[in-house]
């Protein structure tokens, strides 16, 4: 269908079955619409150096201090076998463009690993031109490198929630704040406003809800805060964080929430969010 109805074509008829209205693409009012139109109609150089998962780190270390970012362990152009010798037992491991997935592996116990199949998979998906394929060219631009990170848990061995703030800088700042908690296991997810208040619609609602009694940690303000600061030049930017123990780690900056393709429950929470992102608009 991408072949036959061109870019535009097929991301307008997509639009339609995924959100269920016709997107108005010249003139965007609907946050769904504002990511479309962001993916088209925005420089590719302006943001390729956030959205690299290497090269942001300077950014972030810039603007917060280095111990904001996950401890890096290693950074290769290229990975073999060898590699993994001098790595602990446990890590993460991800390349440095695109968003995660199969691009990302957490690493319990590496002495379990096949390590000739994962160099492969890996080596590959530095091939992969991942912005041409969800048309985010920002993603295409930098040179794309593995990451070996420290694995942050909780004392308890379980893995964090992501914090993923969506930042609204117009005339008043807006934030929604959405929780994912459990993403190996049941995925939960619910959207909160900045004092925590839970909201009355979902992004993606295929998912479970957060439960009533989840605890947020003590220092959310703290959190909030940060995002803030790393949104700040931005008209709209996702920031993910993490909390681990009260301590805040960078995550990714994310300038097309879900490339577009994660509809939100109601079509009145779309222009709400549409409203809050004050850019574009004729």
């Not at 303000?221 to 030049?233: C, P, W, Y």
Request: net charge negative; with cysteine; hydrophobic share 35%.
């Amino acid at each position: 269908m991408r072949f036959l109805l061109g870019v535009k074509g097929y991301t307008c008829i997509r639009f339609v079955l995924t959100h269920g209205y016709i997107p108005r693409l010249n003139k965007p009012r609907t946050f769904s619409e504002k990511i479309i139109y962001r993916k088209f109609n925005t420089e590719p150089q302006l943001l390729s150096k956030f959205v690299d998962k290497y090269t942001v780190r300077e950014f972030v270390k810039d603007k917060l201090g280095a111990e904001y970012l996950i401890p890096l362990i290693k950074v290769k152009l290229f990975i073999s076998p060898e590699d993994f010798d001098d790595l602990p037992t446990s890590f993460v491991m991800k390349t440095s463009n695109g968003g995660g997935g199969e691009n990302v592996l957490l690493v319990e116990d590496k002495s379990k690993l096949e390590l000739n199949d994962i160099c492969l998979r890996f080596n590959e998906y530095l091939e992969i031109k991942v912005g041409h394929i969800v048309d985010e060219h920002f993603y295409d631009i930098e040179k794309p490198h593995v990451i070996f990170e420290e694995l942050i848990k909780h004392q308890d061995g379980s893995y964090p929630s992501d914090y993923k703030l969506h930042v609204f800088n117009g005339h008043k700042s807006k934030v929604i704040v959405q929780v994912d908690a459990d993403r190996f296991g049941n995925h939960k997810r619910s959207l909160f406003d900045e004092d925590l208040k839970r909201l009355d619609f979902d992004i993606q609602p295929k998912y479970d809800s957060i439960s009533n009694d989840y605890k947020f940690p003590s220092n959310m303000d703290t959190l909030i805060r940060v995002a803030k600061n790393l949104s700040e030049q931005f008209k709209y930017v996702r920031v993910d964080l993490y909390n681990v123990e009260g301590k805040i780690y960078f995550g990714e900056l994310t300038f097309c929430h879900g490339s577009g393709w994660e509809p939100l429950s109601t079509k009145k929470a779309d222009y709400l969010l549409g409203s809050y992102w004050e850019e574009f608009t004729s």
